[in-house]
């Protein structure tokens, strides 16, 4: 489970823990008994009507409050009856995102606007290239280090995307081993300076994008 799932379920279950308690109560005090389903409900409830979240907001806090009970259930079996019936409120509807993409022709426009006579256009243009070569997002760039570089051909490089996973990239076998090399070491040469800020993360990266070249979505 990545850091930012586990961020997100930490979040959740404070979230519910808090309005379970209400204003009056302490957290701490609050014992299995008190997690109903009914309760659960109106927390539900009270995230769409009060804090004005989405289906999908809800359905995350959902997940996470699941993911609790699955766990009480299978480790103390005389919660399981509680389990069940937490486990049974259903998620609810959302609509799916269409996924957008580029064609060649328009990719080849993005690439043309970058200025390269400038230190930050070849930057630009190193991050855009790799981004649309790899299908790589944004938050899997900003994690590249020296050592996910291969440099002998055929060149490649290690992207590590949601839950762990990775996968590796080799570059085109029309490219020449010099180019690759320098394309890749300009990104990381760049994402390590900003690294070194503290400034370099997936927001900085896309708002800089989206201000330069609107065109492109990055979210």
């Known amino acids: 489970m990545s850091p930012h799932t586990l961020h997100s379920y930490r979040d959740s279950l404070k979230l519910f823990l808090r309005f379970v308690a209400g204003k009056r ?5 609050i014992v299995v008994e008190d997690l109903t389903a009914e309760r659960t409900l109106d927390f539900l409830r009270y995230l769409e009507s009060h804090r004005n979240n989405k289906a999908s907001t809800r359905n995350i ?9 699955r766990y009480l259930g299978g480790e103390h ?7 069940q019936r937490i486990l049974s409120i259903p ?8 996924v957008e993409h580029f064609e060649f022709t328009e990719i080849q426009a993005v690439l043309d606007a970058v200025n390269r006579s400038t230190r930050d ?6 991050l855009l290239s790799l981004m649309f070569n790899t299908g790589a997002r944004v938050s899997e760039i900003v994690t590249i280090k020296a050592t996910d570089l291969r ?10 995307g949601k839950g762990s996973k990775q996968r590796a990239y080799s ?14 070491f300009t990104v990381v040469a760049f ?16 708002s800089v994008m989206t201000e330069k070249y609107p065109c492109t979505n990055w979210c």
């Open 25 to 29: 109560r302490d957290p701490t005090t």
């Open 61 to 69: 806090r959902l997940s996470a409050v699941h993911s609790f009970f």
């Open 77 to 83: 079996p005389e919660h399981l009856e509680l389990a």
């Open 91 to 98: 998620f609810k509807r959302t609509e799916l995102r269409q």
């Open 121 to 126: 256009g070849r930057r630009d243009f190193a």
């Open 151 to 160: 440099l002998i051909p055929p060149p490649s490089v290690l992207l590590k």
């Open 171 to 184: 570059s085109d076998s029309r490219a020449t081993f010099l180019s690759v090399a320098l394309f890749f």
């Open 191 to 206: 994402l390590s300076v900003e690294r070194s800020k503290k400034s370099c993360r997936s927001y900085s990266i896309s």
